[in-house]
């Protein structure tokens, strides 16, 4: 049975609206089924519980009474380390196989080989071809995608370990590059160095906390090299991201459309279903549906397609499983990563077809249509014709769609905001906002990324944050669940700038808006896109670090993941702090067991490398604690600073007795 009422519940009313449904039918969902895991284990919680090998699990006693070392020898520095390097590490391959997913397509359109896919932006082809030293002078488009693609995939293939990937060296600012080279932490290949974390991590192997924890930063900036080619590369094929109107939430399923959610990441297949739904539209009013299909988004998917396109999203990760209590959801098809093995099982309650369709992510229950880009539009057609013959199983009593959505201006990647910028100051864009951070109208950025976590009220970190920070003049980028969040909050509007925006910021906002012609002031939170395109928040700091002549880690600019949940979201939390960007988790990640690596992550790190984790799971505070990092840096740039109280802890939990409850429970 389903229990609300003893979840975290969610900040979006629609969520809340469909949370009671789901409890008044007895129908699970992560919400409920958190409340039923608690409470959860204290071991694992602290990274205190090592399963590496069969003589496992082993535990250390986190308060020194019982045993403190594995069978195997293992202490609690290197059970803690092992394992979040570990973490790092899946999330690199999960974002560095969607990237090659995308490499591999854009080599296949330069071979003439794929006929459903084509190239969308010529210039930024040119541009990032340019950049990566790819002749492009008097070439054909093809020889340039072919050779970009090629050196692209040279990053999964190269075995000279002190040769950087090509992504990495090309794109980072030159001091920046250089302290992660004299480190030894820049990756050769982003195959070899996930096959190195594993083996470092393999039982009896690696045992010095430190140098996992340097391995783990290694393999985190092969995960950045991974968002990187693959945020790109989708630019070239599918368009950059340029501002544009969109809605978000529940309200944008159409009671009389063949409604078909799309879930997770890779945008190979969504773009398809987008281009070809148009044709089908006689076929779904001949099956009753008088408004045809109508395609909306779900998680990274839906963020990849509200950038590009306006797509609307229906929602975020975390009430993924929510679309289909509407009772109005013919079909949710999904790819990779992020998607809740329930689904089907939420599905069998209601009409809603769940199609899987990669090879290598099924879920029992689901039908499964094998996604094949040389078949790309015959698949995307077969997709669409099972949710329009599935329209007449709709059960009409059941159907309850909230009549909530939001406005959300939509399409900020570097490019787009550039763009804006341009309209102010058409000889050097970037200056405009160099002059609005160093006279303070622009305190600095900060930059939400990541995920929802049951173990939060659903986006309420976010929406905290964000509007305390926007307040006191911080312009607010934001992508992933992140950019939902915001995107359902209400945030991503011109009246949200009017309520929200400190005086500085607001009259920033509005003036390039105006000028740039878009209905207003720009929002006070800039959706820059997918989980995947946090490589576009590099993107902008790397300019502006470029422009300045300074480090990253000199910039006034900090990121948050304040509801962080996926292996993921560690490593992008990583190489955010390798760049130099002090980086808030709100959630606590599996290191409290070890005071080693805990001190590692957070004060080494700041020494080392200028970035490090900030851990405060309460949102008000751990805002402030971002605007009193920013006023540091603003500092020392010798920029005017707004007086502070006294420099606050970097790991710190809602509750002082928390770390010691997880413990010990
Ligand atoms: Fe235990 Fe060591 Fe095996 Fe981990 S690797 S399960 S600590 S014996
Ligand atoms: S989907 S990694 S929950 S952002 Fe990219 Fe959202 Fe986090 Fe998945």
Redesign the pocket.
């Known amino acids: 049975m389903a229990c609300a009422t003893c979840s975290n519940g969610s900040a979006d009313a629609c969520a809340t609206h469909m949370l009671d449904v789901a409890e008044a039918d007895h129908i699970e969902t992560a919400f409920s089924r958190y409340a039923k895991q608690q409470p959860q284990c204290g071991f694992g919680t602290a990274g205190l519980c090592c399963r590496i090998c069969l003589q496992g699990p082993c535990r250390i006693d986190p308060f020194g009474n019982g045993p403190q070392y594995g069978v195997c020898g293992a202490d609690r520095d290197t059970i803690v380390a092992r394992h979040l390097v570990r973490m790092m590490a899946a999330g690199t391959a999960a974002h560095s196989e969607h990237g090659r997913h995308i490499a591999l397509a854009l080599l296949h359109v330069g071979d003439h080989k794929l006929v459903d896919y084509d190239v969308h932006d010529d210039e930024k082809l040119h541009v990032v071809a340019t950049r990566m030293g790819v002749e492009t002078e008097g070439r054909e488009q093809s020889a340039i995608v072919h050779d970009l693609a090629e050196l692209t995939l040279d990053d999964y293939q190269n075995q000279d370990y002190d040769k950087p990937c090509h992504w990495l060296s090309a794109s980072l600012p030159p001091p920046r590059l250089k302290k992660l080279n004299d480190l030894g932490l820049l990756p050769h290949n982003i195959d070899a160095t996930i096959s190195q974390s594993m083996s470092r991590t393999h039982m009896g192997c690696d045992a010095d906390p430190g140098n996992l924890i340097l391995g783990g930063l290694r393999v985190a900036l092969a995960d950045l090299n991974g968002e990187m080619l693959a945020t790109e590369l989708s630019d070239v094929l599918f368009g950059t991201p340029m501002p544009v109107a969109s809605t978000a939430n529940l309200g944008v399923l159409k009671r009389n459309a063949v409604n078909v959610a799309v879930n997770g990441?890779n945008p190979l297949l969504s773009e398809i279903i987008c281009n070809v739904a148009a044709d089908l539209h006689d076929e779904a009013v001949a099956a009753g549906a008088p408004d045809g299909i109508n395609i909306v988004g779900v998680?990274?998917t839906g963020n990849e397609l509200m950038m590009r396109h306006g797509v609307p999203l229906a929602t975020?990760?975390l009430s993924q499983e929510l679309p289909i209590l509407t009772g109005a959801l013919e079909a949710m098809v999904v790819d990779v990563?992020?998607v809740m093995p329930s689904l089907p099982r939420v599905a069998a309650c209601f009409h809603t077809k769940i199609i899987t369709t990669d090879k290598q992510n099924k879920i029992t229950g689901a039908t499964h249509i094998e996604f094949d880009e040389y078949r790309a539009s015959e698949i995307a057609h077969e997709i669409l014709r099972v949710a329009i013959s599935n329209f007449k199983r709709r059960d009409q009593k059941r159907i309850d769609i909230p009549n909530i959505k939001q406005e959300a201006l939509v399409g900020f990647s570097t490019e787009g905001i550039i763009s804006a910028l341009a309209k102010v100051n058409p000889q050097d864009p970037l200056q405009a906002l160099v002059d609005n951070i160093a006279n303070g109208n622009i305190q600095g950025i900060v930059l939400f990324a990541?995920?929802?976590n049951a173990k939060i009220k659903q986006d309420e970190n976010y929406l905290v944050m964000a509007k305390s920070l926007a307040k006191r003049n911080v312009l607010v980028i934001a992508t992933?669940?992140a950019s939902g969040a915001f995107a359902k909050g209400g945030m991503m509007t011109s009246a949200a700038t009017a309520q929200y925006a400190g005086e500085g910021l607001a009259g920033v906002l509005t003036a390039i808006g105006e000028a740039a012609g878009l209905g207003g002031a720009l929002p006070p939170v800039l959706h820059m896109g997918?989980?995947v395109d946090n490589s576009r928040g590099v993107a902008l700091a790397t300019a502006l670090a470029n422009k300045l002549k300074v480090d990253i880690s000199d910039l006034p600019l900090v990121a948050s993941a304040p509801e962080a949940?996926?292996e993921?979201?560690m490593a992008i939390g990583t190489w955010s702090v390798a760049l130099g960007i002090p980086t808030h988790l709100g959630t606590v990640p599996p290191v409290v067991g070890s005071d080693t690596v805990t001190d590692l992550i957070t004060n080494a790190a700041k020494a080392q490398l200028g970035g490090y984790f900030i851990v405060d799971t309460d949102p008000k505070r751990a805002a402030d604690k971002l605007f009193a990092v920013i006023q540091e840096r603003r500092a020392g740039l010798g920029l005017s600073t707004v007086a502070l109280a006294p420099k606050p802890a970097t790991f710190q939990l809602a509750q002082p007795r928390t770390a010691s409850a997880l413990l010990a429970s």
Do not use: D, I, L, V
């Open positions: 990441h998680c990274c975020n990760y990563q992020c990541g995920c929802n992933g669940c997918a989980c949940m996926s993921k979201a």
